[in-house]
């Protein structure tokens, strides 16, 4: 099993802080003979402002104004290795090696998201949201700091790099809207004509990683799976339609609300009935809309949900019986009932091939850290977009500490992290994309 790129010389991180951060070249030169955590360590402090200045501003979907502000300055900053071009679903970032050998192996394509949530924050912290009514509850500040982080590192110390690097700081992760139009942006900006279509993976093709950060797994432990971490994603939308009237006297209407209650109940046997226990899926109801007084039987009601499933087969499945249950339920409450399903997001796949490389890699560097899981995730992540078109590897990293308290799940208002975790993630990305020189097959 190789080592990874950084290796031994930790008392460099000593001698590293004497030298004149101006000098690139010197400061590469030390740089490189650094572990890859020591390395991390010396940026530690603008992790922590970045991640803690993100906080503060969150914004939702593809419309990141100020967040989009704070970190184009930051990246123009680190000076013209670092190429920077934005686009309607995020900021491109490209750091090309500085020979000839290096240009041919294998290309990076690191994704880090930066949108927030609708999500008044309760988490008390000193950095807390300025804006009312939303949060950073899912991370997103911690992994654009980490991306920023990279770009840093990479652009001041060409003597390390291996490959092309591209960092993808991405919009509307939350909205899953975001990695679709990204992956396209990003082949139409290479030249292709028109928007790109996404095809399947090629091999050759550059590597794409990216990371998500879970409080609810102790803080260092990297969680990596082959095959499907994520669920698929869909939407469901159903229409209710009845006649409306009074409520005193509902024989004289056609109630759409007792039809919609009973569509809930019967819809929830899907899963139970006719899915097998071993097969992952849930299906879940979260928004109601419909009627204006409590005296009046409103005409419509519209009933929006999500269905988290582990692949087409069960989508499929599930959707039929919806449109079963949707038939029963209109003839036997004498309504209309009108069911819409999209397909949201596909499922995030991880290369079983890259899954066992990076596990090799890590472990070597950090062996009572790693740990593999076989369960699906049902949360949903749009870098599925990203693993339908190129090779690509998601992994959970660890944040939580129940001394700090730091044990609310993602989504939560009083979600947080261990910012200690910032530096380890760096050198995890560090690792990966330095520690495979040859650019043998993976």
């Not at 030390?30 to 992790?47: G, H």
């Not at 992760?173 to 139009?181: C, D, K, Q, S, Y």
Request: a neutral charge.
């Amino acid at each position: 099993m190789r080592k990874g790129f950084f290796t031994g010389c930790k008392r460099t991180k000593h001698y590293a802080r004497e030298i004149n951060k101006t000098d690139r070249n010197l400061w590469g030169e030390v740089l490189k003979y650094m572990e890859a955590t020591a390395f991390a360590k010396l940026i530690e402090q603008d992790l922590v402002k970045w991640r803690r200045n993100f906080h503060q501003i969150p914004e939702t979907g593809l419309n990141l104004p100020l967040t989009r502000a704070y970190l184009k300055d930051e990246l123009l900053s680190l000076g013209p290795r670092c190429r920077v071009v934005e686009l309607k679903a995020g900021i491109l970032v490209e750091i090309e090696p500085v020979d000839q050998v290096n240009a041919k192996r294998t290309p990076f394509l690191l994704r880090f998201d930066m949108d927030a949530l609708p999500v008044q924050e309760e988490t008390e912290l000193d950095f807390s949201s300025r804006f009312q009514g939303y949060m950073h509850a899912c991370g997103h500040d911690g992994h654009a700091a980490v991306g920023l982080g990279l770009a840093k590192i990479l652009t001041a110390n060409p003597g390390i790099q291996q490959g092309r690097v591209r960092i993808a700081f991405q919009a509307g992760e939350e909205t899953l809207e975001g990695a679709r139009l990204l992956v396209a942006e990003i082949d139409s900006w290479q030249g292709l004509q028109g928007p790109a279509p996404l095809t399947p993976a090629e091999p050759g093709r550059e590597i794409a990683l990216a990371m998500h950060l879970d409080p609810q797994l102790p803080r260092g432990v990297i969680a990596i799976k082959s095959g499907q971490l994520n669920a698929r994603v869909d939407n469901l939308r159903v229409i209710f339609k009845g006649k409306p009237g009074h409520g005193a006297y509902p024989h004289l209407c056609a109630d759409p609300v007792v039809a919609m209650a009973s569509f809930v109940t019967a819809a929830q046997t899907i899963i139970s009935r006719n899915l097998s226990p071993a097969q992952p899926a849930v299906l879940s109801f979260g928004k109601v809309a419909g009627g204006n007084v409590p005296n009046v039987i409103p005409e419509e009601i519209v009933l929006e949900g999500t269905l988290r499933s582990g692949g087409q087969d069960t989508a499929s499945l599930v959707s039929s019986r919806l449109a079963q249950i949707s038939a029963g339920i209109g003839q036997t409450y004498g309504v209309s009932v009108r069911t819409e399903i999209e397909e949201k997001c596909p499922a995030v796949l991880c290369d079983p091939d890259l899954a066992q490389w990076a596990k090799e890699i890590l472990q070597t560097e950090l062996p009572e850290n790693i740990v593999s899981f076989d369960r699906i995730l049902m949360g949903g992540d749009d870098f599925a977009f990203f693993s339908q078109v190129m090779p690509a590897l998601m992994f959970r990293i660890g944040a939580g500490s129940e001394k700090k308290d730091i044990v609310y799940p993602l989504h939560s208002n009083r979600f947080n992290f261990d910012e200690k975790i910032l530096v380890m993630a760096v050198a995890i990305f560090l690792n990966l994309i330095t520690s495979n020189p040859e650019n043998k097959e993976i």
